[in-house]
């Protein structure tokens, strides 16, 4: 396939903008020379290179939704689940599948939840899936433990970040590199060998500055093989920041960021859950069919940023990045005898029909040779690219002005090189029989380029904000397929199929403040995911509209918000993750309608002179989902649709509440998340016990007292009440929520 992007053309248009909006810029530095106190306020609303939205009181001033969770709140209650920590985000659902939070599922104003794969997922403002063009399914996923901050924007205030803007983006900040010398750790033990090291050290001066950090985490798991093996994981992470910059007193600054993370796992997860009689008699077991199941992932990150500050109303930041992941999942995929493969999905729906096949895995009775098949379904990512932003703020009389503009070239590929063992169940145990040649079960390549551009400008004239943008997007997809009978890749029997986009999305919100305590904010905006490379496949297109409020009384402060997007084109896939076959082909879905609410309130129970601090939050989120045309797919998640039925694995409705018990010396908070019922396949009306997942309340407790300045121990319980409960039917079989934990840990810091 011919690349349709002509880079050189590129150059040619864009170093001459670049030359003429500098010289701009200059021109209006030198008129502004007689508003300099009010140019240097300024410098108050720069969000850092590597943030969206900075604060949680930036968060409160967009011009859409937007959620900041902070270092604090992160450290309330300690959490490395990722699940955990976007509960209390409204707007947010997701659904858990190993119970630690490695792999989520996560959907943003009713997105596809399916490996994360329709939002937008940063680290530090940088892409982090490992391709997000050519396979956006996150496979890998950032360690929240390690993280300083987590970003989320929704609505119109994220237009700037793509590809994905339908339902919104998410960003994780990593640990800053201090100002001067700062050290510090946290280490943690609790239940099933559950255990977290988390260690940083960072020193500084004016032209200097570097941090390390290192993750450990691990546990034998919570789940139960018959031969007692161990179903838990290990996980480490390391990661360093170096930075050179200008002394303080130049009036030209100048910084290049350095960073690298290294991240691996072994973690002994399956896809294969439970049959209904099993779970409801015992949740937590595994079959023996499982016991080889495993999944091994190394991935490595890399960027260089460039800041250039000329005053403190222009900075141009450009950033080159490249992220290498590889990951191979060994897991059980079918059982074969008599002629007939079984799925292990439909296995596990129907035990009774497939009686002998569900022996066979659970080890009840002995099988033929290669009856059990595990897949390897390894796999090799690599993203990189270079993106820059220019950003120019300055006012006009009583106007504030702040444009942003950004280009992003990258591209991106995923390569499957994958084969099948297969084994005997002998004894309660798998004992291999036929060793699988890699490349024979798939064998193929997708390849993606991106050229991403967005313009961004925020007009503030009194209480009234508005930012109007527009973001464009050219993107080839390439997909070659070598067949199963060519290893070597010599081309023989190549299929090539190939796919291109181009769009352009516009977008516009606005604020207005009443007053200090009162303020409404809206927007519409163009949403966008980008197909595959699968003959015949749009891409996803939606016009989303919001409007919310946000308001302070007394000691409450709250943010309600109404959403509803218009989706012309909805994208499906074919997931294994999900239920399907795992061929990865997208379906043009037609037309959809999500609609919701997104309900927020904080209350301060004390006054704000006593020694006592009591706040109380309340979240709900309504996610109301519907197919407005009928359609066929041959994806075992999605079916045959009818008009009117349900998006399925989104839950419609959801509450989160807690209260804390704060002081200088300690900390006290208990959490509680509700998450109604939703649905397996797309349907309407109440849900068939089979294709239902059912609501459930789980009850978290955090805990922390401080001994000084330096020292603290921390307690926590997660699911207090040992609540038994659903979390999916997928990939294959009923799959169970944690049980009760509990961990304790101390923690310093200098």
């Given at each position: 396939m011919q690349h349709r992007i002509n880079l050189n053309k590129m150059k040619r248009i864009i170093v001459p903008f670049v030359l003429l909006f500098s010289s701009i810029i200059f021109s209006q530095e030198k008129e502004n020379n007689t508003s300099k106190d009010s140019v240097r306020n300024l410098k108050e609303v720069v969000i850092s290179a590597n943030q969206m939205i900075g604060s949680k009181f930036e968060a409160a001033n967009k011009t859409g939704s937007a959620s900041y969770i902070s270092a604090a709140d992160l450290q309330k209650f300690n959490y490395t689940d990722i699940n955990r920590v976007l509960r209390t985000v409204t707007g947010v659902n997701v659904y858990e599948e190993d119970g630690f939070g490695l792999r989520p599922n996560i959907s943003l104003r009713g997105t596809s939840p399916d490996r994360s794969a329709k939002i937008t997922l940063m680290e530090d403002n940088v892409l982090i899936a490992p391709a997000p063009y050519s396979a956006p399914a996150a496979y890998y996923f950032p360690s929240v433990?390690?993280?300083?901050?987590?970003?989320?924007?929704?609505g119109s205030s994220q237009i700037q970040y793509g590809p994905f803007t339908t339902g919104g983006t998410i960003n994780f900040v990593s640990a800053p590199i201090p100002t001067k010398f700062n050290a510090g750790f946290l280490t943690d033990y609790g239940s099933f060998?559950?255990?977290?090291?988390?260690?940083?050290?960072?020193?500084?001066?004016?032209?200097?500055g570097a941090v390390v950090q290192f993750l450990n985490y691990n546990s034998d798991g919570f789940k139960n093989l018959p031969s007692g093996a161990n179903t838990g994981f290990d996980k480490k992470d390391v990661m360093a920041k170096f930075r050179v910059q200008s002394k303080p007193t130049s009036k030209i600054y100048n910084a290049f960021d350095f960073k690298m993370v290294y991240a691996e796992e072994?973690?002994?997860?399956?896809?294969?859950?439970?049959?209904?009689?099993d779970f409801n008699n015992s949740p937590f077991m595994r079959y023996a069919g499982s016991e080889k199941d495993n999944i091994t992932t190394k991935n490595n990150q890399f960027s260089v940023t460039h800041t250039l500050k000329t005053s403190n109303y222009f900075s141009v930041t450009t950033t080159a990045y490249r992220n290498k992941f590889a990951r191979n999942w060994y897991k059980l995929n079918d059982v074969r005898f008599g002629g007939t493969t079984y799925a292990i999905d439909a296995i596990l729906e129907d035990p009774l029909t497939n009686a002998l096949a569900f022996d066979y895995i659970t080890g009840a009775q002995n099988s033929p040779n290669n009856a059990l098949r595990v897949r390897a379904n390894?796999?090799?990512?690599?993203?990189?690219?270079?993106?820059?932003?220019?950003?120019?703020?300055?006012?006009?009389?009583?106007?504030?002005?702040?444009?942003?503009?950004?280009?992003?070239y990258h591209k991106d590929s995923e390569d499957r090189f994958q084969w099948n063992d297969s084994y005997a169940m002998l004894d309660g145990s798998m004992v291999l029989t036929t060793a699988g040649t890699p490349g024979t079960q798939d064998n193929r390549v997708a390849y993606a380029k991106a050229l991403a551009a967005h313009a961004l400008y925020k007009i503030k004239f009194k209480d009234l904000t508005v930012t109007p943008g527009i973001r464009f997007e050219t993107i080839d997809l390439l997909n070659k397929n070598y067949g199963t009978n060519d290893v070597a890749r010599t081309g023989i029997n190549l299929v090539e199929n190939d796919n291109h986009v181009k769009v352009w999305l516009p977008g516009v919100g606005a604020n207005y403040r009443i007053n200090n305590d009162l303020s409404f904010f809206g927007g519409v905006h163009k949403g966008f995911a980008p197909p595959t490379n699968t003959p015949g496949t749009d891409a996803e297109k939606s016009i989303n509209y919001e409007l919310g409020t946000r308001f302070n009384y007394n000691k409450l402060s709250a943010e309600i918000v109404t959403y509803f997007n218009n989706y012309s084109n909805?994208?499906?896939?074919?997931?294994?993750?999900?239920?399907?076959?795992?061929?990865?082909?997208?379906?043009?879905?037609?037309?959809?309608?999500?609609?919701?609410?997104e309900l927020l309130l904080n209350y301060q129970v004390l006054k704000e002179e006593s020694k006592f601090k009591l706040p109380i939050s309340f979240g709900y989120t309504l996610t109301d989902t519907e197919f407005v045309n009928e359609f066929s797919s041959s994806d075992g998640a999605w079916g045959t649709i009818e008009k009117g039925d349900e998006i399925p694995y989104i839950s419609k409705h959801q509450f989160n509440a807690s209260i804390a018990l704060e002081h200088a010396k300690f900390e006290l908070i208990l959490g509680a998340r509700y998450s109604g019922e939703f649905r397996t396949v797309a349907g309407q009306g109440s849900i068939p016990n089979e294709n239902s997942v059912s609501s459930n309340t789980v009850v978290d407790f955090g805990s922390k007292y401080k001994f000084n300045k330096h020292f603290s121990v921390t307690g926590n319980i997660n699911n207090l009440f040992d609540t038994t409960y659903l979390v999916s039917r997928v990939p294959a079989g009923l799959r169970p929520g944690m049980p009760f934990s509990a961990s304790i840990g101390i923690a310093a810091q200098f």
């Open positions: 433990a390690r993280m300083s901050a987590v970003e989320i924007l929704k060998n559950t255990s977290r090291t988390v260690a940083n050290v960072g020193i500084a001066n004016e032209t200097v072994d973690a002994n997860e399956t896809y294969l859950g439970l049959t209904e009689e390894n796999r090799a990512y690599l993203a990189q690219g270079v993106q820059t932003k220019l950003d120019f703020h300055f006012l006009t009389g009583d106007v504030y002005h702040d444009l942003e503009v950004g280009v992003r909805l994208l499906g896939s074919d997931l294994a993750a999900s239920g399907g076959s795992g061929t990865l082909d997208q379906f043009n879905a037609g037309e959809a309608h999500v609609k919701g609410i």
